[in-house]
């Protein structure tokens, strides 16, 4: 039996001090070290072995990041794990308290292909750490080699009824293989994008017309709206079609990141794929002739397998189904709470699945610090995350 965890982390512009990433906005030297002294602290908190972090401008900083986890880790061990000496020190409560270094970690870092490093113009990547190294390279996935080509379904007599192109996903998503125990787990990190409106500047004028607030304009932010929608489906379908690549070729598979989604929303449905029906056979058949052209039972079992197997589990839900929570937290947009970072997994760790290869016994959120721009001390808390950490408790059987 083997046990990991992983985690995703989004760290809200993680960028060196005094280096504007968006407009007008930086560190002071003081800033990045509260930033960075926070962020230690969460990473030493997660202990994760495999944690996928988002909004990550730079790779130094998360780098000297993760060596002040591991220096206040140390230290932490020393105080609190007993000499080997000591006959006691194989009890299971020091083996939870024991921090993991991550000197012999590999970290995958995917800088956007979006980013000109122009001050007030950056674009964040994202990055893989993880105890266990990685099987090959990391692979990064954001221009497209072959545009992807949304064509429209005809609703009348029009012979085109027009499509979406996406040539370019706004943020890379990253792909690492992970070798953990006698298995090989593909993890996917990634970050769709956000729910912010997506307007064009027309040729010659400073700044798109919708952005001007004084002057609202309710249908142009709303096409806004429909612009940052369209992606971020049209980015969920790319990473749906990588994830289905790995699970054709029979690999266990984990996608974590954020979404700028719940979990009800469609982006999420596109990348987890359908849930089977309990019944297909009173279903009318696609090729119906007459009202009782049903489905039989044998193709009931052929198409809710179908479905199925290339079908990604919700840790979250999951977790609420076994723990009888209600609901989960992991970030703060305009006043609202809502659940926007997943961890999905495919039915490789699903236990009511008889081929499954491990299991997840634990799900930990660690939310206690979410703020954004609405809430009084917005500005005081800037320097941590709008964002809670999630972290899944695996275990691999064999």
């Not at 950056?122 to 221009?143: K, T």
Request: glycine content about 8%; charged content about 25%; aromatic content about 10%.
């Amino acid at each position: 039996m083997t046990r990991f965890t992983i985690a995703s982390f989004n760290v809200k512009n993680l960028i060196g001090p005094e280096r504007e990433f968006y407009r007008f906005q930086s560190y002071t030297p003081e800033e990045y070290a509260w930033k960075a002294d926070w962020m230690a602290d969460q990473l030493l908190t997660l202990n994760a072995d495999i944690v996928g972090f988002q909004e990550v401008f730079e790779e130094a900083p998360l780098r000297q990041v993760i060596a002040e986890a591991d220096r206040r880790g140390a230290l932490a061990n020393a105080a609190s794990i007993p000499d080997p000496a000591k006959r006691y020190h194989r009890k299971a409560i020091f083996q939870k308290l024991a921090y993991g270094s991550y000197a012999e970690a590999e970290l995958a870092f995917a800088p956007n292909l979006n980013d000109t490093s122009e001050p007030g113009k950056r674009r964040p990547g994202l990055a893989v750490l993880s105890r266990f190294g990685f099987e090959g390279d990391p692979e990064v996935i954001q221009d497209l080699a072959q545009p992807l080509d949304i064509p429209m379904a005809c609703l009348g007599e029009e012979e085109d009824a027009g499509f979406y192109t996406l040539r370019r996903l706004s943020r890379p998503i990253l792909k690492v293989r992970v070798p953990v125990g006698d298995q090989v787990i593909s993890v996917f990190n990634c970050h769709l994008k956000s729910k912010l409106g997506e307007y064009i500047k027309p040729q010659g004028a400073p700044y798109p017309p919708e952005t001007v607030l004084t002057a609202y304009d309710a249908a142009g932010r709303a096409m806004g709206s429909l612009r940052a929608a369209l992606r971020r489906m049209g980015e969920a379908w790319v990473l749906r079609r990588a994830v289905l690549d790995e699970l054709e070729q029979g690999r266990p598979v984990m996608v974590l990141g954020d979404f700028n989604d719940g979990e009800h929303a469609v982006s999420s449905e596109i990348i987890s794929g359908e849930v089977p029906f309990k019944n297909y056979t009173w279903m009318l058949r696609h090729d119906a002739q007459h009202p009782g052209d049903r489905y039989s039972e044998a193709e009931d079992a052929q198409i809710r397998e179908a479905v199925d197997r290339v079908r990604l589990r919700s840790a979250e839900k999951m977790f609420l189904r076994k723990s009888l929570r209600d609901v989960v937290y992991t970030t703060a947009f305009g006043g609202v709470h809502e659940s926007i970072d997943q961890i999905y997994m495919s039915r490789h760790f699903d236990p009511d699945w008889h081929g499954a290869v491990g299991k997840m016994h634990y799900y930990s959120v660690f939310n206690d610090h979410l703020t954004d721009g609405s809430h009084p001390e917005a500005p005081f808390n800037k320097l941590a995350s709008d964002h809670g950490q999630i972290m899944a408790h695996m275990e691999l059987h064999g």
